[in-house]
């Protein structure tokens, strides 16, 4: 099965809003380029508020926050994702053949597109495959047999062959700024209020709001091609940023029970 990873289609516009797709830049992660496919880099960051204002003050004077943003969510858009893990925890241990992977299923917004995806990551190097889930259907996932015309079925046989099924459900939101940055492209995000429920099944409804994961912590990332953009460098040398490990995935399972092996992935 290829690694390649495909287009997105445009998302639907947030709270009425039609940006002009023509101008609306995926997750670097995403993109594919000749013969170097999908790879990316992510840097994340456990940040204060405070932190978390600086960084955005810095960096939104040279990207634009994300089309799709929610005004009413304070400029953020709400993700729900179902995670997936073998009977032994593979994902959540680093163990097997999923050790550095994560097969999920995601969902923007409250009744926005839903996507099948699996995120392979070593060190700070990132790969992404995602497919969409037309009209938000995902009882495929629960077929028997094969689905030749369904674009998430390499999803489908692969958490077979794997062993994966759902684990949790986790929402939280997402700020996001992106736009161009020494020739490439750039995307800077901020989570907050990641809440996570126990589940079995693919339904990828939001987790009803509670108590935040983060203890008013920021989770941000840096999302980029190749060397490190100068803006993200400035970034983290004027505002003293330190790399953190964490994983919304981890973070979460770790508060049912918790496992040896760190938030790290």
């Not at 639907?12 to 993109?31: E, K, Y």
């Not at 995601?106 to 995806?117: A, L």
């Not at 990828?204 to 989770?219: C, E, F, H, N, Y």
């Amino acid at each position: 099965m290829s690694d390649r990873c495909e287009e997105l289609p445009p998302a639907p516009a947030v709270a009425g809003r039609s940006p002009d797709t023509a101008t609306v830049l995926q997750s670097p992660s995403l993109f594919t380029s000749g013969s170097r496919g999908s790879t990316a880099f992510e840097l994340k960051f456990l940040l204060t508020e405070d932190q978390a204002a600086g960084v955005a003050d810095h960096i939104a004077t040279h990207l634009a926050l994300d089309p799709y943003a929610d005004p009413t969510l304070g400029n953020a858009y709400l993700t729900t994702s179902v995670y997936t893990d073998t009977p032994a925890r593979d994902v959540l241990r680093r163990t097997g053949a999923v050790g550095g992977r994560k097969y999920r299923v995601r969902r923007y917004g409250t009744h926005g597109p839903v996507f099948v995806e699996r995120k392979t990551k070593s060190g700070d190097e990132v790969r992404k495959r995602r497919s969409p889930a037309p009209d938000g259907d995902l009882t495929p996932l629960n077929a028997p047999s094969p689905i030749a015309d369904w674009p998430g079925e390499w999803f489908r046989q692969q958490a077979v062959d794997r062993q994966l099924q759902p684990v949790c459900r986790i929402s939280y939101e997402r700020v996001a700024y992106m736009g161009p940055s020494d020739g490439g492209a750039v995307r800077a995000t901020f989570d907050r209020n990641v809440r996570g429920a126990l589940t079995s099944g693919w339904d990828v409804a939001p987790v009803a709001a509670g108590a935040s994961l983060l203890d008013g912590r920021v989770i941000c990332e840096f999302k980029f091609r190749d060397a490190l953009p100068a803006i993200f460098k400035a970034a983290i040398e004027e505002l003293a940023l330190a790399p953190s490990v964490v994983s919304k995935y981890r973070l979460f399972m770790q508060t049912v029970r918790p496992v040896a092996g760190g938030e790290g992935g």
